[in-house]
């Protein structure tokens, strides 16, 4: 079973700046791409993502403030996030889009203060 484990949450003031990271249980050359994913109640929205062959894809919100990374020795995806501002609070999801099925690891708490 693949575990992911999300790490970089927390509370910051508008304009700060958090970095989350996401480290799976293998390899994550087992994964079509890795991303984040933030919460709004009944649904999940695509903040970014990251391909095996490091391309990116950057939701609108994201685009231009947030970088997605990779660490293929140490099987981590990082979501460094800049200038946040209060809409930016939710839940995190970190996701693996497996061969067969997609995981999820337990998600990490931001909270933008204005």
């Known amino acids: 079973q693949v575990q992911l484990v999300e790490s970089g949450g927390g509370l910051v003031q508008a304009g700060g700046s958090l970095r989350l990271s996401c480290a799976a249980s293998?390899?994550?050359?087992?994964?079509?791409?890795m991303g984040w994913y933030r919460q709004a109640p009944g649904e999940r929205f695509l903040v970014a993502r990251i391909s095996v062959d490091g391309s990116t894809v950057l939701s609108d919100r994201a685009n231009g403030r947030f970088i997605i990374s990779r660490d293929n020795g140490l099987n981590t995806v990082t979501l460094e996030m800049n200038d946040l501002q209060p809409e930016d609070t939710a839940v995190y999801f970190c996701n693996a889009n497996g061969p067969s099925r997609d995981y999820w690891g337990q998600g990490t708490q931001v909270t933008v203060s204005s």
């Open positions: 293998e390899s994550i050359f087992n994964f079509n791409y």
